[in-house]
């Protein structure tokens, strides 16, 4: 046997150990897609899976139909998340997640980061866990920029939360030219971003806090690529859209994190 084969069953069997240990969640954002039938057939698919225990699932329909994930998933571990809301107290939906500050929402409705600061302080009071998005533009990642940009964005985005509040907040690094787009960050850039946004949180909000917050990627993740982008350091999770849209394709990126 090679010397290169030799490695490569070595670095699976880490590989697979890796992924019986590390929980991930998956999130599935579906922005305007699916009809009420399409979403009935997606969730008695997903419904009679069995995800197992470790790693957690969860969607994020558009919100007209967030009655059918109540009335399916009521004893089911799958949980479900909305898009979009308005920061005043009244008015929330039963759900537990909410996206907030999605590149789509900042750059075609203009949404700022004082607006988006505004919402992630409205989902902490209402017992809302926010997913905040964050990302930068191909120029910025191309003129070295982005590092600025994320940081910005999260100091802004969470100056309205402090301490414990902290503990609740996920967030997803978004690369916006990444975004439906089928062009994914490699490994190493997102390995070396989630690794800078990690020291960051860290040394912003302390250890304890900068070390729990968990950190996901998204930008056309599926599964041909969910295993690699998994592997690289600091990913607890990702938001995915078009991928999370096929039901069987949610499961093989869950089995794969599962390391089955
Ligand atoms: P994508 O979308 O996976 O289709 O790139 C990700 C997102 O918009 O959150």
Not at 45 to 55: A, Q, S
Request: glycine fraction near 8%; include cysteine.
């Amino acid at each position: 046997m090679d010397i290169k084969d030799i490695k490569k069953i070595v670095r699976d069997e880490i590989t697979e150990s890796i992924f019986q240990l590390q929980d991930f969640l998956l999130v599935g954002n579906w922005k305007m897609n699916k009809t009420k039938q399409e979403i009935i057939d997606f969730l008695n698919v997903i419904v009679n899976h069995d995800f197992g225990e470790k790693n957690s699932i969860i969607v994020i329909p558009s919100s007209p139909y967030l009655y059918l994930f109540e009335e399916k998933l009521r004893y089911s571990k799958i949980q479900y998340g909305v898009q979009n809301f308005y920061p005043k107290d009244e008015g929330a939906f039963g759900c537990k997640y909410a996206i907030v500050g999605h590149s789509e929402r900042r750059n075609i409705f203009f949404e700022c980061d004082a607006f988006t600061s505004k919402k992630i302080k409205a989902c902490i009071e209402n017992k809302i866990i926010p997913i905040l998005c964050i990302g930068e533009h191909l120029e910025q990642r191309k003129n070295g920029e982005y590092k600025k940009i994320l940081v910005d964005q999260i100091r802004e985005d969470l100056s309205k939360v402090s301490g414990d509040e902290l503990s609740t907040v996920i967030i997803a690094y978004e690369p916006i030219w990444a975004i439906g787009t089928g062009e994914t960050a490699s490994p190493e850039q997102v390995e070396e971003t989630h690794i800078f946004l990690r020291n960051f949180l860290i040394e912003e909000y302390g250890n304890e806090i900068g070390n729990n917050i968990p950190l996901l990627y998204g930008g056309s993740v599926k599964p041909s690529n969910i295993k690699e982008l998994a592997l690289a350091q600091s990913v607890s999770g990702f938001l995915i859209g078009g991928a999370s849209l096929d039901a069987q394709a949610l499961i093989e990126m869950s089995n794969i994190l599962d390391g089955k």
